[in-house]
């Protein structure tokens, strides 16, 4: 079963950040934060990956709370394109370690 | 860079018939990893390949899928005999072994079991 709870459905208007929330209160101390998005009919894509600290990347960036409880993905300026399903998945770190999907939440960016 | 391929992107088969799905990793990508999502779920992990030994196989139904990955690069999944609930996309990824585990999907195979 998946570690995280996220929103089944947000909307965000275009050009706003979106903010995409996930809880994970029972991450163990060497589990990373995982998010990937799947845009309709293309397979997943990795966004990005936390383990304490804020990430920021090209495409979003990361707010892992201090207790590591829950975590925010933020698109700074959504487009259309963004329009997915976003993961947030939480998994030991090395290949090994197994990403478990639940259902993510479907981010519908309007016009 | 080119991405993971997969083929055939589509497949119409009647139940109880077989069908194989078939993927080329990133070159140089050690870790090979086959999904399958059904309709509003999201992937589930089916079977994990290091190099060309199994790591994790675990959710395999091994009674009639099967997957190899010969020589470490390219890997086939097989269903034999399909049943109805077997209709999904087949996704297959690649990752390169690093300390965290980003993974490199292909496009999927949408598989329909009539």
């Known amino acids: 079963d998946a570690k995280t709870t996220q929103p089944p459905s947000m909307d965000c208007a275009e050009g706003r950040a979106a903010n995409l929330p996930c809880n994970h209160s029972?991450?163990?101390?060497?589990?990373?934060v995982y998010w990937y998005r799947q845009i309709h009919s293309q397979g997943p894509q990795y966004i990005i990956h936390?383990?304490?600290n804020n990430e920021t990347n090209e495409m979003a960036s990361l707010i892992i709370t201090e207790d590591r409880k829950s975590s925010t993905l933020i698109l700074p300026h959504a487009t259309l394109r963004d329009t997915a399903v976003y993961y947030c998945?939480?998994?030991?770190?090395?290949?090994?370690?197994?990403?478990?999907f639940g259902t993510g939440t479907l981010l519908a960016v309007q016009p | 860079e080119a991405g993971v391929a997969q083929s055939p992107r589509y497949k119409i088969i009647e139940k109880r018939q077989s069908v194989a799905f078939w993927c080329n990793p990133i070159?140089?990508?050690?870790?090979l990893y086959w999904y399958q999502q059904i309709l509003g779920q999201g992937p589930k992990l089916l079977i994990q390949?290091?190099?060309?030994?199994?790591?994790?196989d675990s959710q395999l139904p091994k009674d009639r899928f099967s997957a190899e990955r010969l020589k470490g690069v390219d890997s086939t999944l097989k269903i034999q005999p399909a049943k109805l609930e077997d209709s999904a996309v087949y996704l297959c990824?690649?990752?390169?072994?690093?300390?965290?585990?980003?993974?490199?999907f292909g496009p999927g195979t949408r598989l329909t079991v009539l």
């Open positions: 990824a690649s990752g390169a072994g690093l300390s965290y585990n980003e993974q490199f």
């Open positions: 029972t991450i163990s101390g060497n589990e990373y």
């Open positions: 936390g383990l304490k």
């Open positions: 998945i939480v998994s030991g770190g090395g290949a090994t370690n197994k990403l478990i």
């Open positions: 070159s140089g990508h050690a870790t």
């Open positions: 390949f290091q190099n060309n030994g199994v790591v994790d």
